[in-house]
């Protein structure tokens, strides 16, 4: 099988290439993302593989089905970024790592929790230039709080438990409650308007898009933190930044923006910042915004490599896909 691999940065050939030669796998790797631009190159391949930030809208479906390729590759576990109805259509099967290491994004968000509430990040340049004032750094004891958990799956679950050794209370809002977890479920609005801590765990569907807007957070306690590590789109940027006006916020950290494409993953250091939303809260004080990488650890990055090259070793050798993503419809 040969596989035209988008968006390559040096971490992904750690795995990826020698894993490849044990499934008599060839990859080519191109470091142009995904787009309606580049999709042309994957003529001649029997697969694709992408990440998050790449995408493939029902043209770019159809034109791999005229290549005659045969299955799409996630190397990642959302897949809101793929018209999945489309490739069905043309029966061309979606394969996605449903999960990695959900410990490592929550491990992740809780970094960020800590970093954005004790305000680490900036005490660290602050002495490094020997400024050892801590003035404007106080933050907040998170033993007793509450903290929100937005979506009780995988990473949710992982969270939950991080948070309870914080000595934290849970809320959590999930419509498929997992009766197993020893969490008071609560409606969404009565986890926004009890918590002190925020934390989205949710994928990003029809239903979850822009969960937190104006009237979302005007519901919030004030001084809350809001954590995102799942996907920019759950958040209304600009409803965000009114917030962050308003000092609704006592910190917000972000690992997922919704403009996140074509500026995450990449220098813009020398370039000129065009997305205004993004400038403006780069300037928060009390705003962390880091570039989608809560799945980052050796355990997790070794991981994608093996399950997606399982997953295409069973489209080689017609094994059944496990990892499957079907359309809605199907999927209910
Ligand atoms: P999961 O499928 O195990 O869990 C998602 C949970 O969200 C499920 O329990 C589901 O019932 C729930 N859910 C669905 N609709 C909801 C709604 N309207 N409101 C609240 N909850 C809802 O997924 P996971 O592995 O826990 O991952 C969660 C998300 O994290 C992914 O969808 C992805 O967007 C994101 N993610 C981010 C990174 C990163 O590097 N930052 C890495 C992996 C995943």
């Known amino acids: ?41 994957t003529k001649g391949y029997d697969a694709l593989c992408i990440f998050v930030n790449d995408y493939l809208n029902e043209k770019m479906v159809h034109q791999l089905a005229e290549f005659g390729v045969k299955v799409i590759l996630l190397r990642c576990a959302g897949f809101n970024n793929v018209d999945i109805k489309a490739a069905a259509q043309c029966e061309i099967p979606v394969l996605r790592v449903p999960s990695y290491s959900p410990e490592a994004v929550a491990e992740f968000a809780m970094a960020l929790l800590l970093t954005v509430n004790r305000y680490t990040h900036r005490a660290y340049t602050r002495t490094r230039d020997f400024n050892m004032n801590i003035n404007g750094f106080m933050g907040t004891d998170l033993h007793g709080k509450t903290a929100g958990v937005i979506g009780t799956g995988r990473i949710g679950q992982a969270m939950i438990n991080i948070l309870k050794g914080f000595g934290m209370k849970i809320v959590a809002y999930d419509p498929y409650p997992n009766n197993r977890l020893d969490v008071e479920y609560v409606s969404i609005e009565t986890a926004f308007q009890k918590s002190d801590v925020i934390t989205l765990h949710c994928p990003l569907t029809p239903e979850t898009k822009h969960i937190v807007q104006a009237k979302t957070i005007e519901l919030m306690k004030e001084d809350v933190y809001l954590i995102n590590t799942s996907r920019g789109d759950l958040i209304r940027t600009e409803d965000l930044i009114e917030g962050l006006l308003n000092k609704k916020f006592a910190g917000v950290a972000l690992d997922v923006y919704d403009e996140e494409g074509g500026v995450f993953y990449e220098d813009r250091s020398n370039d000129i910042i065009y997305d205004q939303n993004l400038a403006r809260l780069a300037t928060f004080p009390n705003v962390l915004i880091t570039s989608h990488m809560g799945f980052f650890t050796k355990e997790a990055v070794r991981a994608i490599a093996e399950v997606t090259l399982a997953n295409a070793d069973a489209v080689q050798k017609g094994l059944p896909l496990e990892n499957i993503v079907l359309p809605p419809n199907d999927a209910d």
């Open 1 to 41: 099988m040969k596989i035209a691999f988008y968006s390559t940065k040096p971490y992904d050939k750690i795995y990826f290439e020698p894993m490849s030669k044990d499934y008599d796998i060839d990859i080519h790797f191109f470091e142009v993302p995904c787009c309606e631009e580049t999709i042309l190159l």
